[in-house]
């Protein structure tokens, strides 16, 4: 039964948030209040969206998140019911990292080619160790990392992110240790929001968990984001935040436009937005302005040597918005006190004795080898690519799903990734796949792989779920 009269269940009427946003603030409210006491059994999901008039994944979507907060607990077969106050253990997502046997052939994840990184880390390793004057016992301080942050702001050029000078550049762990870093810089209060393409890196998912805050997608066009629907989603959700991928756009390969980026950055002038730019897929050098170019006082800038020279290193970067570098290495100081000294080293001498341009440019080189091979195979089938971007979005023909695709390519030992595992919780995702370019694989194998997945594209199956 439904309570009348009170907090909860919530009216609908005339709402402008989402729905499932509503029932969730109503619920919490009520168990906080007392209104629903310890033991209280809450409606099953199909009963109470039936008498609230709403979708039973909008029920579900809220009784999950109060689950996660330990506000309900529920049972198989007894129901669910207003919890004592103890959390429930964390939902852990799936990796970030695929683990695959060396019998697949994983194409899930993007890989680097080896094109001597090997050889050239361990010589510097070698070359550092025969050095006098190394402070291998201190922690790093902001005068011991004051050469690879400078290194690092030769390595970004002039002018692509706008006027940047060593102060301005704050050190992580990686692309998704510094976007984490940015996220805590910049969010606030006690519901942050944090706004992001509908289709993205998992990560984001993971930072917002992570951090408790709600993430909300916001659709493309063939453009990038569609700055319509951004100022919605800030009307209708608010948020501090957009983490967002405007260079080289993962799983669909979308570039934004200028236009679009100049767009977008007058929504964040508008709504005190910050905006943090993730550039860890781009390899190549670009011409179009970064955000931090169009609106330095808002806008963060967040790159790696991941996808360009080495994974290993876990070395990446964060060119703060204008005067906030300090909230930043606040942040950085706080976690994990900076980069261990042995790295900033290595990557010092890889950005200033020009070995990891060198190595950016095989790099590159390689992926618009391994983006041919692909397109020569799967080109009459409608996939979406660029030549510098190691990864091919394709969206699939009739008689194949998302889901029933990537299982069929598991069961051949090939692992790619379904729009799904790129969508936001209960978000949306379009009948496509993502195909990483995995330059580990041998080529031969890598061929063979691209032309089963033709094959099986060709013959889909019989009856598909709806």
């Not at 050190?171 to 509908?198: F, K, R, W």
């Not at 080495?310 to 980069?339: M, N, P």
């Not at 010092?348 to 020009?354: A, F, K, W």
Request: hydrophobic share 40%.
């Amino acid at each position: 039964m439904i309570v009348t009269d009170t907090i909860w269940p919530p009216d609908f009427a005339n709402i402008s948030e989402s729905k499932y946003i509503v029932l969730i603030q109503s619920l919490r409210a009520a168990v906080r209040s007392g209104e629903l006491s310890v033991g209280f059994k809450l409606p099953p999901v199909r009963e109470l969206a039936w008498q609230l008039g709403i979708t039973p994944g909008t029920v579900a979507r809220a009784y999950k998140m109060a689950v996660e907060e330990g506000l309900v607990e529920t049972t198989v077969g007894r129901g669910t019911f207003v919890s004592e106050g103890e959390r429930a253990e964390p939902v852990v997502e799936e990796s970030l990292v695929s683990v695959y046997q060396d019998t697949d052939l994983n194409m899930r994840g993007v890989k680097v080619p080896e094109v001597g990184q090997d050889a050239s880390i361990r010589q510097i390793m070698r070359q550092l160790g025969g050095e006098i004057g190394q402070n291998y016992v201190d922690c790093p301080t902001p005068d011991s990392d004051l050469a690879a942050r400078q290194a690092v702001v030769d390595w970004i050029g002039p002018d692509r992110v706008g006027r940047l000078s060593a102060d301005d550049i704050v050190l992580g762990l990686g692309a998704q240790h510094s976007v984490i870093m940015t996220l805590q810089a910049c969010l606030y209060g006690p519901n942050p929001v944090i706004l992001t393409e509908d289709l993205g890196y998992p990560g984001i998912r993971h930072a917002a968990r992570l951090l408790r805050a709600q993430a909300v997608g916001v659709k493309m066009d063939q453009d990038g984001m569609r700055p319509d629907l951004l100022e919605e989603a800030l009307r209708q959700h608010g948020g501090q935040a957009l983490v967002t991928v405007a260079e080289t756009h993962s799983p669909t390969t979308i570039r934004a436009s200028e236009t679009r980026r100049q767009e977008i950055a007058e929504i964040a002038r508008r709504y005190q937005l910050q905006i943090i730019e993730d550039d860890c897929y781009c390899v190549c050098r670009t011409d179009r302005p970064t955000y931090r170019a169009i609106v330095p006082e808002r806008a963060w800038y967040v790159s790696s040597l991941t996808k360009s020279v080495s994974a290993a290193v876990r070395f990446g970067y964060v060119a703060c918005a204008t005067g906030k570098a300090s909230v930043a290495r606040q942040v950085a100081q706080s976690t994990f006190y900076g980069l261990p000294t042995p790295i900033l080293d290595l990557c010092t001498e890889l950005l200033t004795s020009g070995e990891a341009e060198r190595l950016r440019r095989l790099t590159s080189a390689k992926t618009e080898e391994l983006v041919k091979i692909a397109v020569n195979i799967l080109g009459k089938w409608d996939i979406r690519w660029r030549k510098e971007v190691p990864f091919i979005w394709l969206r699939l023909p009739q008689g194949w799903r998302g889901s029933t695709f990537t299982a069929a390519c598991a069961a051949e030992k090939i692992g790619i990734k379904s729009a799904d595992e790129f969508a936001l919780q209960d978000g949306q995702a379009p009948n496509a796949v993502r195909i990483g370019i995995n330059p580990q694989i041998p080529q031969a194998e890598f061929e063979r792989a691209l032309r089963r997945m033709s094959e099986m594209l060709e013959n889909p199956p019989n009856s598909v779920d709806v």
